[in-house]
């Protein structure tokens, strides 16, 4: 059974980064395809984009293209996002979450990240 | 890309059925058969219910089932349990040239 555990909440201060990792068990990570969404505080879900380790391509969300990269490190089965020059408004839980080729779904997610941004 | 439309609360008594609808366009909702739902209760992660308009993940309560026709699909629970008390989201792919994924506004179900 597939798990997906991410790292732990982060406080930032605007203009900078932060780099979230999603590191999968209980399956074989390099076919995967790990997305990842966000949730502002009592708000919808976002797509930001996407990543297939096995192939080392990478899909983004136009909002965000620029300034997120998601990575993987398939000797360690962990996908990274990192997004760039915070503002308030990136204050959310960012979540991972598995997909498939073929599979246009998300199963499992992670536990979720929450992100704040605030000077 | 605008969110896809959902009414934003429904609520039954427990053992009512109760249906949560979801629009978009053409571009999404109407042209795929790639329309999944999740639940998610305070707190937590999303869990899956419905993957590609009508199918149970395993372990998923048959009480929970998917629909679609035209531009808008739909979940309906049937036999409405405290439980399933949550917000349930849609989200189906998109041919939009800006993104792959697009969610639905989300819709809280409260169990009266």
């Known amino acids: 059974q597939v798990q997906l555990v991410q790292s732990g909440a982060e406080v930032k201060k605007p203009g900078s980064s932060v780099k979230v990792s999603c590191k999968a068990s209980?399956?074989?990570?390099?076919?995967?395809?790990i997305s990842w969404v966000r949730q502002a505080p009592g708000q919808g879900f976002e797509w930001m984009g996407r990543?297939?380790?096995?192939?080392?391509?990478?899909n983004y969300a136009q909002k965000f293209q620029g300034r997120v990269t998601i990575t993987a490190d398939k000797s360690t089965s962990t996908a990274y996002m990192e997004l760039s020059s915070l503002r308030s408004e990136d204050t959310a839980v960012y979540y991972c979450?598995?997909?498939?080729?073929?599979?246009?779904?998300?199963?499992?997610w992670g536990q979720g990240t929450l992100v704040t941004v605030s000077s | 890309q605008s969110a896809l439309t959902q009414p934003a609360s429904v609520s039954g008594s427990p053992g009512q059925s109760i249906t949560i609808s979801c629009t978009g366009t053409s571009s999404d909702v109407g042209d795929y058969n790639y329309v999944s739902w999740y639940q998610q209760h305070p707190g937590k992660a999303p869990k899956l219910m419905i993957y590609?308009?009508?199918n149970r993940p395993s372990g998923v309560f048959n009480r929970f089932s998917g629909s679609k026709s035209g531009n808008t699909a739909s979940l309906t629970i049937s036999g409405l349990q405290a439980e399933d008390e949550a917000d349930y989201y849609c989200c189906s792919y998109t041919s939009s040239n800006t993104l792959y994924y697009v969610f639905g506004t989300g819709t809280k179900v409260t169990v009266l």
């Open positions: 209980g399956g074989t990570f390099s076919t995967y395809i």
């Open positions: 990543i297939i380790p096995i192939l080392g391509v990478t």
């Open positions: 590609d308009v009508s």
């Open positions: 979450a598995r997909g498939d080729r073929g599979a246009w779904y998300f199963d499992p």
